[in-house]
């Protein structure tokens, strides 16, 4: 199984990103904090400085609502050779992202979607898209099957679906909760849908979830948060094992080291994320972010310090 580590703003940054690459190797797929498109526009250097290194590995997550603004977004990422596929968000709920009308807001208006959806179609690059399973707190089959036969009208033969509705101008942190998760539309949308690559986003944190979606023939998920708590999470329930896990964070450290600005303080986050659930947790962290020095960090690791459950 493929375990998609689903893009969140504040916490998928390129550090904690190739952090996931050098633990878990083929085994993840990364995705981009969302990028507005005119950020890739009007400052497109300082974009990829923010959000990527040369030798990335991760699909970079798009929001846009203006078609020609999409297109010159587009043509821009179509001549960045370390960017090989690109995700349109149809799913963020957030209060910001509803004022500008993308994500989730946007799905309200189909044809501005289907509009937006052409021109991605046109992107040298592989194209997907990540989604809601509806809008709103009722149920609605409609929603999410008129979508994936637009999408499949548009040549987008990847979808990630939340499997949860999502609900505008509901508080963000409570439609982590609500509505309830529906994984019985989802699986009725692989059956009729057997031509899009769907794969299943929302409440996947524990083995029971991931075992269900394995079983019925699944083979890519997509899991947040639990990720970034327990980074460790797949390790730790013996779902994918990690040989020599001090090594495997020594050559991150060394490959971050390659570029000329690094930032300890963003180094010292991606990697607490390592400590959760260990025995001695909080004299392991406060080890990390007692370090003055990138170097410092690096030797707690060479010494072998930690000592992994």
Request: aromatic share 10%; net charge positive.
């Amino acid at each position: 199984m493929i375990f998609h580590v689903a893009p969140m703003m504040g916490y998928t940054d390129y550090y904690f990103r190739n952090l996931m690459h050098f633990l878990y190797e083929d085994k993840v797929r990364t995705y981009s904090e969302m990028i507005v498109d005119k950020a890739m526009i009007f400052n497109t250097e300082k974009t990829l400085t923010k959000h990527f290194c040369t030798l990335n590995k991760s699909v970079i997550q798009i929001a846009g609502s203006n078609p020609n603004e999409i297109s010159q977004c587009l043509k821009i990422i179509n001549n960045i050779p370390y960017i090989s596929e690109i995700n349109f968000n149809l799913g963020c709920p957030s209060s910001r992202v509803q004022e500008n009308k993308l994500g989730l807001a946007l799905t309200q208006y189909p044809e501005e979607v289907h509009n937006c959806l052409k021109e991605f179609s046109k992107s040298k690059k592989i194209v997907s898209v990540k989604c809601r399973l509806g809008l709103g707190l009722d149920e609605d089959q409609d929603y999410i099957y008129n979508f994936l036969e637009m999408f499949k009208s548009n040549n987008i033969t990847k979808v990630i679906i939340h499997c949860r509705n999502g609900v505008l101008n509901l508080n963000t942190k409570k439609n982590r909760t609500i509505p309830k998760i529906n994984y019985q539309l989802f699986f009725k949308c692989l059956k009729d849908f057997p031509n899009i690559k769907l794969i299943p986003n929302g409440e996947i944190g524990n083995i029971d979830t991931i075992n269900n979606f394995s079983n019925n023939n699944i083979k890519d998920v997509m899991i947040g948060r639990k990720f970034f708590d327990e980074s460790l999470f797949l390790h730790n329930n013996r779902i994918i094992e990690i040989h020599d896990i001090d090594t495997k964070v020594l050559n991150y450290l060394s490959f971050m080291l390659q570029y000329p600005i690094v930032k300890k303080n963003l180094i010292q986050k991606s990697l607490l994320t390592l400590l959760t659930n260990l025995k001695d947790s909080k004299k392991y962290k406060k080890k990390i972010l007692n370090a003055q020095t990138i170097d410092e960090i690096l030797s707690i690791f060479e010494r072998r310090e930690i000592i992994w459950n």
